[in-house]
């Protein structure tokens, strides 16, 4: 398996809203990522998670928490957010941990994510 | 902080042509991505380059990094139209940043 699986697709939320998206991998990767990507802009990263730790947060604002339950597994929990949080929500892993190693980084679909 | 400026930002270009994407960045590196990404799609790994005087070709591109020039090209022979997407380098030191990306279009 060589892929990077992100749920739900698509997601529209109130400013009230809780919701989470969930992404898996099962490559044995080291380290996962969560990305923001605003339209016709690069991604710009949130979160590392190297062994299952909290390496990276970029000044992230708390209305996003991420998670690892294990080395599979990363979460995005959402709550209150603004329309500017509205984006295509990325998730990627590595071999290296917290590097891109030899094989570089594997990113998920997204999740494009409407905040009304 | 590390910097990495990709140009040009936008090309719009007759299949057949040559051309080339520019990623110059601003600190010392050893490891530099090459993505494509398609309108309302994920990014999809094209080329990882690990070394200096690395060169990597899949089809019609090829990648190529000088660690010293701070300086790795992203060259397209004969573009076709299905060739058509934004590109991005992405520059690793302690963490990945990206480019602004390219957006290409190559007419028919």
């Known amino acids: 398996d060589t892929e990077v699986t992100q749920t739900p697709k698509h997601l529209v939320m109130g400013m009230t809203n809780k919701k989470s998206l969930k992404c898996e991998q099962h490559?044995?990767?080291?380290?996962m990522y969560w990305y923001k990507q605003k339209a016709k802009k690069p991604p710009e990263l949130m979160f590392v998670y190297s062994y299952e730790k909290l390496s990276i947060n970029e000044s992230v604002p708390s209305r996003f928490s991420p998670e690892c339950p294990n080395s599979s597994l990363l979460n995005l929990h959402l709550h209150a957010l603004q329309p500017e949080d509205s984006a295509l929500y990325l998730c990627?892993?590595?071999?290296?941990?917290?590097?891109?190693?030899?094989?570089?980084?594997?990113f998920g679909s997204g999740t494009r994510l409407t905040v009304v | 902080e590390l910097k990495v400026e990709q140009n040009p930002l936008f090309l719009s270009m007759q299949e057949g042509k040559n051309y080339t994407i520019y990623c110059n960045y601003s600190?010392?590196?050893?490891?530099l991505y090459w993505y494509r990404q398609d309108p309302g799609k994920s990014l999809e790994s094209l080329f990882v380059l690990l070394s200096n005087g690395a060169v990597k070709q899949e089809g019609r591109l090829m990648a190529s990094l000088d660690t010293k020039a701070r300086l790795s090209t992203l060259h397209i022979t004969a573009a076709v139209h299905d060739l058509s997407a934004t590109y991005f380098c992405?520059?690793?030191?302690?963490?990945?940043?990206f480019g602004k990306g390219t957006r290409l279009h190559i007419l028919p």
């Open positions: 600190t010392t590196s050893d490891r």
């Open positions: 990627a892993s590595s071999q290296g941990a917290g590097t891109g190693g030899y094989y570089g980084y594997t």
């Open positions: 490559m044995g990767h080291r380290a």
């Open positions: 992405a520059v690793e030191a302690d963490k990945i940043i």
